[in-house]
């Protein structure tokens, strides 16, 4: 089971901006030291909820302080960039870092985001411009001349360079939420990047995944192969009751933050896309700390509580890649690392037994 972190780049009251940018990187920096496979900060705006807008001007710096480690994105949001300069930016990233990008990609969730680049009236249409700039990314990338002819994109025997180290291209994370999404990641061969972190249940991801693994069949991919990679609010501490005193007022203003801009976009295709997220919002209106502890939507505790519970998650939602989402809500930097260390040299190590074993 690969191993990953997830940074989401908040901007919680009482630290300024270049403290949480220089505490992310740290984070970023030290996490291929601890063992970690790879990095993924997520692409947000306007918002304290977070605010790298540009994933790919963090990563280049992890590249140019790393040698191993793979660097990831939680999600770059497809309608809000030109697909073509996706495809050069990362190409770009992928030769620098000799060959270790992983493209996460998404449609995006949050109105606010929308209405702030103008495009309110677009979110209810975002699948369709999702599909295009997916398809032109990868024209670009392994196409020596591009002619692309849609809706909202049109390129005309255009030569785009550079082109990425990996073939054919980079390897692709589809944020998965509702049903079509595990569906439509299955046809195009990519792998899936579900978040139990946003309410989807056991039976959804299981559901999904066979979804997942029979479009994959039936476009012509191995189904047994693909990534399908968790994205969980993780943190280990060195006593339970410490590790629920620290967890807790992060990940309660986490709730609380997001609450706030889950509000339903117009569309029936974006209302129903909304529903996963829906969940996040009961659970910050209704659950305790402790009643979301002991739900799947996180892990928390000493050592032993959090193998005995990755492996129980791993067993329900049949992922082969876990995504730590620790630094929540301006968590001190000491108290990640800690986290991090315990989860990489005593977590992990047993998980992977365990979960092996259980195959």
Not at 21 to 36: D, H, T
Not at 152 to 181: G, W
Not at 255 to 276: N, Q
Request: charged fraction near 25%; charge should be neutral.
């Amino acid at each position: 089971m690969r191993m990953g972190m997830l940074h989401l780049f908040e901007n919680p009251v009482g630290k300024s901006e270049h403290q949480i940018i220089k505490e992310q990187m740290e984070l970023m920096y030290e996490a291929e030291n601890l063992g970690f496979d790879s990095v993924w900060p997520a692409e947000h705006h306007f918002s304290e909820y977070g605010y790298c807008a540009s994933p790919q001007v963090s990563l280049a710096a992890v590249a140019a302080r790393t040698k191993r480690i793979r660097l990831g994105t939680g999600v770059v949001v497809l309608p809000f960039h030109n697909p073509i300069r996706v495809a050069e930016d990362f190409a770009f990233l992928d030769l620098m870092s000799d060959g270790r990008v992983d493209l996460g990609i998404g449609r995006g969730y949050q109105p606010l985001e929308f209405r702030g680049f103008g495009m309110g009236d677009k979110q209810a249409i975002s699948r369709e411009i999702f599909d295009e700039a997916t398809s032109l990314i990868r024209a670009c990338w392994t196409e020596e001349r591009v002619t692309f002819k849609g809706k909202h994109y049109q390129v005309d025997n255009l030569l785009v360079r550079p082109k990425p180290l990996q073939k054919p291209h980079p390897p692709i994370y589809m944020a998965c939420l509702s049903p079509e999404t595990f569906q439509l990641a299955g046809r195009y061969g990519f792998n899936v990047l579900m978040s139990g972190a946003f309410g989807l249940s056991p039976e959804g991801a299981k559901k999904g995944i066979a979804d997942y693994r029979a479009a994959r069949k039936a476009s012509g991919f191995d189904p047994a192969s693909g990534q399908v990679a968790l994205l969980l609010k993780v943190y280990v501490g060195d006593s339970m009751d410490g590790a629920m005193k620290e967890f807790a007022g992060p990940v309660t203003w986490y709730y609380r933050t997001v609450a706030k801009y889950l509000a339903p976009p117009a569309g029936e295709a974006a209302v129903k896309s909304y529903e996963m997220y829906s969940k996040s919002r009961h659970a910050a209106e209704t659950l305790s700390f402790e009643e979301l502890a002991a739900s799947p939507l996180m892990v928390c505790g000493d050592v032993d509580h959090c193998v005995e519970k990755l492996t129980q998650v791993a067993r329900e939602y049949g992922f082969n890649e876990l995504l730590c989402w620790t630094r929540i809500g301006g968590l001190d930097n000491p108290k990640v690392l800690r986290s991090m260390e315990l989860m990489s040299d005593r977590v992990m190590p047993r998980v992977r037994q365990q979960t092996a074993l259980a195959a």
